[in-house]
């Protein structure tokens, strides 16, 4: 009897055994195991990652959700930020907001490499208010939702994490800090196959330094922590990938894909934060 409870304790040991680096394994709709999250670079074409992961959910090892959310392709890119001012200037569509407010209070902790982009903490401090500015105008004009960033910190990322772990990394060192909700910002060079990530229905979000799109990522990782899944329809926030004349648009009918109407959803956790 023994040696079996020793064999039982080596086996309980080994596994809670887990890579720092990662959050993973990961786990998708189908019980597949990834230790790696998949990459574009792992398709044969962008098109065929699209196919087989643009609308995946994907499980961490603590049973959050989240999707990838691709860099764009050169040609993808260019197009959002040649629409980039235009769609700035367009958004809100116009909505049915009652007057209402939900004031949901912002924490950013903001890594070494985002920090490094700016020439000095003020710069960077208006940098991101107006990036926020631009990611809860259209969620302010629909439904009330007004972020106001309210703290930050200078938090020191983990070199070799992937992006699920880098999320957790900033919850753990630095979290909400007493906020309704946490966006941390991140220009880690090692973190790869995505621009942002979101758990669907927490409020916490990492986004990349990606060219100046951060207003537009922010608003699409604040759709999953709205509980948002991607959707089929190309000009809405949720796509899988941002094509830059989709901000500020949620599609407001009945999508399979999602399987929700993204519209009524948001209208509907407007005071989840
Ligand atoms: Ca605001
Ligand atoms: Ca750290
Ligand atoms: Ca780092
Ligand atoms: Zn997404
Ligand atoms: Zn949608």
New binding site residues.
Partial sequence: MKKIATILAVAALAAVVVNPDTSGPYTDSHGNIYHILPQISDFPTVADFDAAIGHEIFTTRDGRKFQIDRPLTPSELATALANQVVNRALQPNPGSFNGIAAVVTINHPVDEEYRGSFVNIPSLKTYVINEMSVADQALYANWGINFVSQSGQK????DNADMGSLLD?AYR?HGLRGKDMMVALTADPTSGGAIGIAYIGLPRQLTYKYYSLEGEIIQHEAGHNYTLYHCSDSTCIMYPYLNGNNLGRFHDYYDSTAGQNHYSVFGNQKNRY
């Fill in positions: 938090w020191d990322s983990n990394e060192e």
